[in-house]
């Protein structure tokens, strides 16, 4: 069993910037694809990132591109998200979750039907 814990949210202004980090126990992750995904008040939850097991392939939503960055330290059991130029759309629940299988597909990474383990969220509020 693998358990995400997330932690790096908070206020922040527009234009502003916070790194998210993801950290896993009880497994590692180096083999398993990692994503973020996010829940705006009254919304679905949404893909936001992904990267593959060994960080050579990432993935981001139309939205995020440009000011978001994934990535990922498997010797430290964890993931991250730099978010820049940050929008106050970008208010959201943030949560990191993880696969266990490896996919080529950019479908499998933006589903989040396909990720196995979620951690609890950590939200991110953006003023205007």
């Known amino acids: 069993q693998v358990q995400l814990v997330e932690s790096g949210g908070g206020l922040v202004q527009a234009g502003g910037s916070l790194r998210l980090s993801c950290a896993a126990s009880?497994?590692?992750?180096?083999?398993?694809?990692m994503a973020w995904f996010r829940q705006a008040p009254g919304k679905e939850r949404e893909f936001a990132a992904a990267i593959s097991w060994s960080g050579a392939s990432t993935y981001y939503a139309d939205s995020v591109k440009g000011r978001f960055t994934i990535s990922r330290d498997n010797a430290k059991n964890s993931v991250y998200l730099q978010m820049n130029s940050l929008k106050p759309e970008d208010t959201a629940v943030y949560y990191c979750?993880?696969?266990?299988?490896?996919?080529?597909?950019?479908?499998?990474?933006?589903?989040?039907?396909?990720?196995?383990?979620w951690g609890q969220g950590t939200q991110v509020t953006v003023s205007s």
């Open positions: 009880g497994r590692t992750l180096r083999t398993y694809p």
């Open positions: 979750a993880a696969r266990q299988t490896a996919s080529t597909s950019r479908s499998a990474y933006t589903d989040e039907s396909q990720y196995h383990y």
